[in-house]
């Protein structure tokens, strides 16, 4: 069964500065999606950034970039210009590929709080 | 468009009693998740439904059951509840196949804070 490990219960920011949440992932696949949600007090879970384990390139969305690394099973989110309303639960997830008729079922980390200082 | 709904938000019940969580999908979406978020355990999966049919189950005792329907609208029931079943239910969808090689993204709702008393 995959699991997925996030090593940073918190991790705190001052605004402006750039932030790196970690993520490790166990899996015998060789094809998967990774993501990165969001989790603001509000409760509802957004989706930060997707990968697809195929593609070698690090996924970015504007202050949002990964870094991917397959052969050590390693998913790292960096926060560049950390905003106030960054400050968030970030949870890190996986999930197998789909064939026909499988499953969307997303395996979580336990989740990392961040803090954004002003 | 519309979002995910989950209602209620928020519900209080007693040991023992039975409760059931509405969750409306995206419209077109045909794929339902459900998921138990507890400070403890984290998030994690109950079941999923595609077009009325369980497609994958977690490993939750079988007091926890679901359903959907033809209008992908999905529920599900919590039979003789117990203090530890006190968590946020999270409801997310997705299209359920493939779009392309990209994967599809799942959308999730607001969750229906349970407690148990």
């Known amino acids: 069964a995959q699991t997925v490990t996030q090593s940073q219960p918190e991790m705190s920011v001052q605004e402006a500065e750039t932030v790196t949440l970690s993520c490790t992932y166990d899996?015998?696949?060789?094809?998967?999606?990774l993501f990165w949600y969001k989790q603001p007090p509000s409760r509802q879970m957004i989706l930060v950034i997707r990968q697809e384990a195929y593609k070698q390139q690090n996924a970015t969305e504007n202050r949002f970039s990964v870094n991917f690394q397959k052969a050590a099973k390693s998913f790292s989110l960096k926060i560049s210009d950390s905003q106030l309303g960054d400050a968030a639960m970030y949870f890190c997830a996986y999930r197998s590929p789909r064939p026909q008729g499988g499953s969307e079922k997303l395996v979580f980390g336990k989740g990392t709080k961040l803090t954004v200082n002003p | 468009k519309a979002g995910v709904t989950q209602t209620p938000r928020y519900l209080i019940k007693t040991r023992g009693q039975q409760v059931t969580l509405s969750c409306s999908p995206i419209s077109g979406h045909r794929s339902v998740s459900w998921y138990q978020q507890t400070p403890g355990q984290g998030l994690q999966f109950l079941f999923e439904y595609f077009s009325e049919t369980q497609r994958n189950k977690g490993n939750f005792p079988g007091r926890f059951s679901g359903r959907q329907f033809s209008n992908s609208r999905s529920e599900m029931n919590v039979s003789t509840l117990e203090l530890g079943d006190s968590a946020l239910y999270l409801c997310?969808?997705?299209?359920?196949?493939?779009?392309?090689?990209?994967?599809?993204?799942?959308?999730f709702g607001q969750g229906t804070r349970l407690t148990v008393v």
């Open positions: 997310a969808s997705s299209w359920g196949r493939d779009r392309g090689r990209r994967g599809t993204e799942a959308f």
């Open positions: 899996t015998s696949e060789s094809d998967y999606y």
